[in-house]
C-alpha cells in the first residue's frame, strides 16, 4: 500500500535558511562571475539583489541595522556586510569572499 504523505511537512529546524551566508553562495553561483553590482546602490546592491530573489522586491533602507524595506525588515550579518562591502564588485569576487567567509567558520557553527 502506498504511503499517504497528506498533510506531511519537514519541521521547520530541518528546512535550510535560504537568507544564509549558504543561500548568498548558492544564489552567487547562478551569477556571471564578471558582472558589476553598485554596493552603495538601493536596487543594485548585492544584497538587495539576493533578498529580491529569495523573497520578492526589496529596496536598501539605509538605516543603521541594514533593514530591507518597511514592510518585510530583514537584517544581514557581518559575515554578508562584509561579502557584499569588500572590493571589487564583482559576483565571482563577492563568490570568493562568501566560500571563504564559510570555510572560516568554526567547525560545527
Known sequence: MPLDQRGFEI???TKPDVFSLEGLRDWLRTKPILDVYRYSSGENCLI???ASAVFGKYTLSLHP???FSVENSISMTQEMRWVAADWPHTFGAALERCNRAIAA???GA
Open 11 to 13: 519541521p521547520d529546524e
Open 65 to 67: 541595522d541594514t533593514s
Open 48 to 50: 538587495t539583489q539576493f
Open 105 to 107: 567558520r568554526p567547525k
